[in-house]
């Protein structure tokens, strides 16, 4: 690995201003889990990391019953899945978080490392996707805040300008009746990426399905909403047809990848099945 000084910027006024000095040859370092293997590969060599571990203003979680829930790009992946706020307000978010990686990773990758690599085959983006997330970032031009969809821009791509960090993760306050389940399917089970991933926050009464929000992410560039399946259950009492025709479209609907993971063919499929179990179990039919 090449070698590389380590900056501790005390505010984000100063790392912001670190990010613009440096330019390209600088990288920001949070948990590292991402950054110390693409460094080791060699496909990363950056002479400056600016770490943003001083930065407690990162850190935590926090729930307000009108303006919904704040995680600061800091907070781990463990911390996630355990806070006591995500567990009660969303559980999806939680549950999905307990299932990213391994112990290891979970308890050193932050949230807001996650979003920033923008790895196509990982968890949360899709999670947040479907819960309406919004992504605050900071630099010397002030805050922005930008719609997930927004902020995923490609492969390894996001909306961040080159002195911009993310600070935090906005969820809007769950609605009446609001319920969701997050599905991953790994191709074997010593992976621990997903290969395709389905994220479906509704608002339902029963089985009737009052609006629903579906986001397909790892077999995909970037993760995406499926706004023609949204559509098709919106206003339904969900049946196990209705669960299928709907994960028909999705499949369909989905911008596959193929790669040595899975041709498209196969990531389709994948995600027609996840995707109807996904459904079905949420509203408690039985998939066809
Ligand atoms: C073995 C392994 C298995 C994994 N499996 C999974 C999995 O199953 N599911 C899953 O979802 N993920 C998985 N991951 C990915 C993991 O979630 C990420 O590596 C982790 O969340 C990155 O966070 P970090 O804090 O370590 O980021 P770092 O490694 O510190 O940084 C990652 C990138 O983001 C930038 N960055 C970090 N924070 C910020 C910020 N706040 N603002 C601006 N830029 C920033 C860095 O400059 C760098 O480019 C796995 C990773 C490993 C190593």
């Not at 463990?78 to 299932?99: D, G, I, K, T």
């Amino acid at each position: 690995m090449r070698d590389f000084e380590f900056l501790e910027p005390a505010s984000l006024a100063e790392a912001s201003r670190m990010l613009a000095d440096l330019g390209d040859s600088c990288r920001v370092f949070a948990g590292g889990t991402a950054l110390m293997l693409g460094m080791r590969q060699r496909m990363l060599t950056p002479s400056h990391l600016v770490s943003l571990g001083r930065l407690d203003a990162l850190r935590g979680i926090g729930f307000d019953a009108r303006d919904g829930l704040r995680i600061g790009a800091l907070t781990l992946h463990a911390e996630v899945a355990r806070s006591p706020l995500v567990q009660a307000h969303y559980p999806m978010l939680a549950s999905m978080a307990a299932r990213v990686a391994n112990p290891q990773v979970r308890n050193q990758g932050t949230i807001g490392g996650n979003l920033c690599y923008a790895d196509p085959a990982t968890d949360p983006p899709g999670c947040l996707m479907a819960l309406g997330a919004q992504v605050v970032v900071s630099g010397s031009g002030g805050e922005r805040v930008i719609p997930i969809e927004d902020f995923l821009v490609d492969y390894y791509v996001t909306a961040l300008a080159p002195d911009e960090v993310v600070t935090q993760i906005r969820l809007p306050a769950p609605g009446a009746g609001a319920d969701g389940r997050y599905a991953r399917f790994l191709r074997t089970a010593a992976e621990h990426r997903p290969l395709a991933s389905v994220a479906l926050a509704v608002r339902r009464e029963g089985a009737f399905c009052v609006e629903a929000r579906l986001a397909v992410g790892a077999s995909t560039p970037v993760p995406a909403r499926l706004r023609r399946a949204e559509a098709l259950l919106a206003g339904k009492t969900v049946t196990s047809e209705l669960a299928a025709e709907a994960a028909a479209i999705v499949a369909m609907d989905i911008n596959a990848v193929s790669d040595m993971r899975g041709s498209d063919t196969y990531r389709r499929e994948m995600v027609r099945v996840v995707a109807r179990r996904t459904i079905a179990g949420l509203f408690g039919v039985a998939p066809e």
